[in-house]
Antibody, heavy 122, light 105 residues
Framework: QVQVVESGGGVVQPGRSLRLSCAASGFMFNIYAMHWVRQAPGKGLEWVALISYDGSNKYHADSVKGRFTISRDNSKNTLFLHMNSLRPEDTAVYFC???????????????WGKGTTVTVSS | EIVLTQSPATLSLSPGERATLSCRTSQSVSDFLAWYQQKPGLPPRLLIYDASNRATGIPARFSGSGSGTDFTLTISSLEPEDSAVYYCQQRSNWPFGGGTKVEIK
């Protein structure tokens, strides 16, 4: 069964750090780009970051650039999002998603996790 | 940055009716546009990619059309389970559209 499962969310104070993980199974993780997408309460979707299948290319949204870093460990079929200097506006459900087409950095996403909730509050 | 504008914000229709959702881009994206469906409490689901290709397992009542800057998602005959928010997104850049909420009367 093709799936991705996020973990690592929680309540954190402003300015602190958090690391999200996404465990992939049921497919060849090392041939797909992976994304993080977030959704603030009652709001629309906001793309956060993309990493290419081999980790050679990384892209981050302007809203998180310099604070968040996407990474992956293909030997463990796991995607990460390292979040530093968290702000209240980072409060959201964070989804991990697989890129649709193998070996490309397209922004289409076809397999989504259920999300992990991050709350930034003092 | 290419901006994606969706309309209408909300669409309220009865079961069996046809729904037409619009997505306009601020610059041409050729036919590199996708549509997603999101129901409350669930992750998004890819419906359409490259403007008109249905993703795996998507019912035939969902269809996409358009190219350049104007795109349409059509639900030919609404089912109660089609109540959701629909987002468009382009292939080569990050912004999603703001979404269209489809309500079933």
């Amino acid at each position: 069964q093709v799936q991705v499962v996020e973990s690592g969310g929680g309540v954190v104070q402003p300015g602190r750090s958090l690391r999200l993980s996404c465990a992939a199974s049921g497919f060849m993780f090392n041939i797909y780009a992976m994304h993080w997408v977030r959704q603030a309460p009652g709001k629309g979707l906001e793309w956060v970051a993309l990493i290419s299948y081999d980790g050679s290319n990384k892209y981050h949204a302007d809203s998180v650039k310099g604070r968040f870093t996407i990474s992956r460990d293909n030997s463990k079929n796991t995607l990460f999002l390292h979040m530093n200097s968290l702000r209240p506006e980072d409060t959201a459900v964070y989804f991990c998603a697989r890129g649709l087409v193998e070996f490309t950095d397209y922004f289409y996403m076809d397999v989504w996790g259920k999300g992990t909730t991050v709350t930034v509050s003092s | 940055e290419i901006v994606l504008t969706q309309s209408p914000a909300t669409l309220s229709l009865s079961p069996g009716e046809r729904a037409t959702l619009s997505c306009r881009t601020s610059q041409s994206v050729s036919d590199f546009l996708a549509w997603y469906q999101q129901k409350p409490g669930l992750p998004p689901r890819l419906l359409i990619y490259d403007a008109s290709n249905r993703a795996t397992g998507i019912p035939a009542r969902f269809s996409g059309s358009g190219s350049g800057t104007d795109f349409t998602l059509t639900i030919s005959s609404l089912e109660p389970e089609d109540s959701a928010v629909y987002y468009c997104q382009q292939r080569s850049n990050w912004p999603f559209g703001g979404g269209t909420k489809v309500e079933i009367k």
